[in-house]
């Protein structure tokens, strides 16, 4: 393929991982900020041939995890009203609620259907005046434009049969608290390259100031993870700790600017809780008031919903880089992609699942 | 019954809340749930010696020879796809859980579920198909039978076909056959039926130049029959669920390890390109003319020249060996040199949200 395979050359890993091994005169602790790039790591065994050099602790960057478990109850009792046929990308199918998931209420007869794009859902809403299509909008910055051009789309089109359930969150927000929490061990960043695509990075300056943590914007392939990995080992050697990007093949510093116009005319910053970490002020997205018929619950009547979170599930920790999956009481024992607990071990971007479906064999657990 | 080997599954979990009281579609993924579905609600009440092998095929004795006995059901949506139909499907994947059993197919049976509506130059197509394909694998359809439900009771057409064969004593490859010092083989590029299907099947906007590989595999059987006899230790043919889930249940029925290299596996460009954007894994993705082998690592260059003398096995390649280590599991070196276990899926693969 071409534009990905010259990113995943053996030759050129080899070359970056003794490069690494050479500068750092310590093992640093870094923390990759997306789901997509944990999963590289672990799927390359990348933290592996690291050891010793590179500690990799796993960000909160997977939309699946973080999205709050009243929210994913909410969609769970939308979804079971007969007059609502409820879309979401493939990876929310599976993530347990309070009770159940979109598959078992699938099973049970409710209208749950996987859509590639949110624009497939305000598509279908006109195709299907007599039903009330709802989306479940979730994930960082990096889906925010679509969803907005959805809920723009919708509106353009007229549709009443439409809306959606926001359960958007920012970044810099959660990197700040990692930063700010008692425990924390991060030294260093690699930011999420698809986020700051939309972004830019100027965000990332403050915080970099403030804490003195080096942030290197970092691409999804093992060469990009490998270098980003570099540039951050090299700020810390040097005592440097400033913003840079490796990913410049994608990454501008202002960002894609019509997109974040796009975002700032449909959504505005809002309080949002993150599954396992809690509320942290201004950190997610939620519909602007002139949107407000496109939001679901308000749409719905959605109170009274009651969370219950397993007792024995540590995701919180493991998305705050405190407690690495495997060593989480609960992993490949009560839980496990089969019988999940908690996100982390559903998603595709959870570093849970990571751990369990690529790295079982080095953990040496029972099978 | 083709679902797989149970012992792969064998986690066992306090079953938390999450636990299921019906049908979902993941049951029917060949991944852990399809393996959980046969245990827990199947082979308690069939459950007998024959069945509990669990192979493609079952043999049989009857009078004094051997007899293959293979049953499939076949639901793809949408119906015609590039490469091929639900007809010759049914008729290819029946007749390949037989040849990999070691068996020369002999008979078809072919059991149509219609629904009300379905138009007669689709049916035509697929009958012709079928047709067509068992006159290419030498055998009949020696019986059949239709029923027609109301419309909205079936996707179109569903079509069951069950099969016999012969089986001989001298050549008698099974997924508990294989042992530490084989190669692993596959007989040509792996993923284009499952991306042509989800390609024909529509929802997404991309286009990939991408035919199923839909063939019966007796052909790509004989010569390496001919060639190797009894040296052919294991033959699967990874359907649902992908070589990785294929390989799992060869490496727990025979209790080995099985070790991949990342760079040796033949992917199409178009299959890579298709899973990179949806998050798919291509070991996952089905296939329906591909067959693995697994032989003594000396008659390596046998095995491949004998693939590779048919059309449908010119990219045959070794992609990895059995070992004594890590029993059960299947692991892949990655070509950057870390190493990760490919496990068996615990339901679909799902797209990915960003």
Redesign the interface.
């Given at each position: 393929?071409k534009y990905?395979n010259e990113y995943?050359d053996?030759v050129l890993?080899?070359r970056l991982?003794e490069q690494i091994r050479r500068e750092a005169t310590r093992p640093w602790v870094l923390m990759e900020v997306c789901g997509?790039q944990t999963h590289t790591i672990?799927?390359?065994?990348?933290d592996?041939?690291l050891e010793g050099a590179v500690e990799m602790v796993h960000g909160p960057g997977c939309?699946?995890c973080v999205t709050p478990l009243e929210q994913i109850d909410r969609a769970l009792a939308l979804a079971a009203r007969p007059d609502v046929v409820f879309t979401s990308?493939?990876?929310?199918?599976?993530v347990?609620g309070s009770?159940?998931?979109l598959?078992?209420i699938?099973?049970?007869g409710g209208n749950v259907r996987?859509?590639?794009s949110p624009l497939?859902a305000v598509e279908l809403a006109r195709r299907t005046p007599d039903r009330h299509v709802v989306f479940f909008a979730?994930?960082?910055e990096?889906?925010a434009p679509a969803n907005a051009m959805a809920v723009w789309r919708a509106r353009e089109l007229g549709l009443d049969n439409f809306s959606v359930l926001v359960s958007h969150v920012t970044v810099p927000p959660a990197m700040t608290a990692i930063l700010e929490s008692s425990d924390n061990r991060v030294q260093g960043f690699l930011a999420a390259g698809?986020v700051c695509t939309v972004m830019g990075w100027t965000e990332y300056e403050p915080i970099a100031a403030r804490y003195r943590v080096p942030i290197v914007v970092t691409g999804f392939e093992?060469l990009d993870l490998l270098e980003g990995m570099l540039l951050a080992v090299r700020q810390l050697e040097q005592g440097r700790h400033e913003v840079e990007n490796q990913y410049v093949r994608s990454v501008r510093r202002d960002g894609n600017q019509p997109a974040q116009e796009l975002i700032s005319q449909v959504f505005e910053l809002v309080d949002r809780s993150w599954r396992g970490i809690g509320a942290i002020p201004r950190s997610g997205l939620g519909l602007r008031e002139e949107f407000a018929r496109y939001d679901a619950e308000r749409r719905f009547a959605l109170d009274g919903i009651r969370t219950v979170e397993?007792a024995e599930c540590r995701a919180g920790d493991v998305l705050r880089g405190v407690l690495k999956p495997m060593d989480c009481p609960a992993f490949?024992?009560?839980c496990?992609?089969?019988?999940?607990?908690g996100a982390p071990m559903v998603?595709?971007?959870g570093a849970c699942a990571a751990y369990?479906?690529?790295?079982?064999?080095?953990a040496s657990l029972p099978? | 019954m083709s679902t797989d080997t149970l012992a792969a599954g064998?986690?066992t979990?306090?079953?938390?809340?999450?636990?299921?009281d019906?049908?979902?579609?993941?049951h029917g993924s060949g991944g852990?749930?399809s393996a959980?579905l046969l245990r827990d609600r199947f082979l308690p009440h069939l459950g007998n010696p024959t069945l509990a092998q669990l192979g493609d095929a079952a043999v049989l004795a009857v009078g004094g020879a051997s007899l293959a006995l293979s049953t499939d059901t076949f639901v793809v949506h949408p119906l015609e796809f590039p490469g091929g139909n639900i007809g010759d499907l049914a008729v290819n994947g029946t007749l390949n859980d037989l040849a990999m059993m070691g068996a020369r197919p002999q008979a078809l049976s072919a059991g149509f579920v219609l629904e009300e509506g379905l138009p007669f130059d689709v049916l035509d197509r697929v009958v012709r198909a079928m047709g067509r394909a068992a006159r290419t694998a030498g055998v009949i359809v020696a019986t059949g039978d239709t029923k027609v439900v109301e419309r909205g009771k079936a996707d179109g057409l569903y079509v069951n076909t069950s099969g016999i064969g012969l089986v001989s004593a001298e050549f008698r490859p099974a997924p508990d056959q294989a042992r530490p010092g084989d190669v692993v083989l596959v007989s040509g590029p792996l993923g284009r039926h499952g991306i042509a299907v989800l390609a024909a099947r529509g929802?997404?906007?991309f286009e990939v130049d991408l035919e199923s590989d839909s063939a019966y595999l007796g052909p790509l059987v004989e010569r390496l029959r001919e060639a190797l006899g009894p040296d052919v230790h294991t033959l699967r043919d990874p359907t649902r669920g992908g070589l990785a889930s294929t390989l799992n249940e060869i490496a727990a029925a025979s209790d080995v390890g099985i070790a991949l290299r990342e760079?040796t596996i033949p992917i199409p460009?178009a299959v890579?390109?298709a899973c990179?954007m949806l998050?798919f894994d291509p070991l996952y993705v089905a296939n329906e003319g591909v067959l693995a082998a697994f032989v003594p690592a000396a008659r390596a260059g046998d095995a491949l020249a004998a693939l590779r003398s048919h059309p449908l096995g010119q990219h045959a390649a070794v992609i990895g060996r059995v070992v004594a280590d890590?029993r059960?599991?299947v692991?892949l070196e990655?070509?950057?040199?870390?190493?990760?276990?490919v496990?068996l899926?615990?339901?679909d693969q799902?797209?990915?949200?960003?």
């Open positions: 393929m990905l995943r053996p890993a080899r991982i997509g672990v799927r390359q065994g990348l592996a041939l939309p699946v990308f493939g990876d929310m199918l599976r347990p009770e159940c998931d598959h078992q699938r099973a049970r996987i859509v590639y497939d979730v994930g960082f990096t889906t698809h093992p397993p490949g024992r009560l496990t992609p089969e019988h999940p607990l998603s595709s971007e369990y479906n690529y790295g079982r064999f080095r099978v | 064998g986690l979990c306090p079953a938390p809340a999450t636990d299921v019906r049908i979902q579609l993941g852990k749930m959980a929802g997404i906007d760079g460009e890579a390109g990179e998050g890590h059960g599991m692991v990655t070509g950057i040199g870390g190493t990760r276990i496990d899926l615990p339901g799902l797209p990915r949200i960003c």
